[in-house]
């Protein structure tokens, strides 16, 4: 069992920034890759960003392409987002993931664990 907690997410106008962190803990020898993802009310979660644990390959989603920035600090088995420039469309509840399984990483269904979801809200 791998347990996550994000935190970092609040209310930033549009044009700031926010931090997201998420905390790993229990089974992380075992993680593949990590990813993050966002789901606003009414529609469906959709990908944000993930990094293969060992390799640091990271992946994007084009709506954040040069805005946010996925790294990792293995010493601490923390994953950040960084965003930047953020957009009201970017409002949402943000929920860090992870897996051990070699596969896609751009759907929820590649991912074995999640965490709670923090709350990131841009006004205009």
């Known amino acids: 069992q791998v347990q996550l907690v994000e935190s970092g997410g609040g209310l930033v106008q549009a044009g700031g920034s926010l931090r997201l962190s998420c905390a790993t803990s229990?089974?992380?020898?075992?993680?593949?890759?990590m990813g993050w993802f966002r789901q606003a009310p009414g529609k469906e979660r959709e990908f944000v960003a993930a990094l293969k644990w060992s390799v640091s390959s990271i992946y994007y989603a084009d709506s954040v392409k040069g805005r946010f920035t996925i790294s990792r600090d293995r010493a601490k088995n923390t994953v950040y987002l960084q965003m930047n420039s953020l957009k009201p469309e970017d409002t949402a509840v943000y929920y860090c993931a992870a897996t051990g399984r070699v596969g896609t990483l751009r759907v929820p269904a590649g991912y074995d664990y999640w965490g709670q979801g923090t709350q990131v809200t841009v006004s205009s």
């Open positions: 229990g089974r992380t020898f075992s993680t593949y890759a």
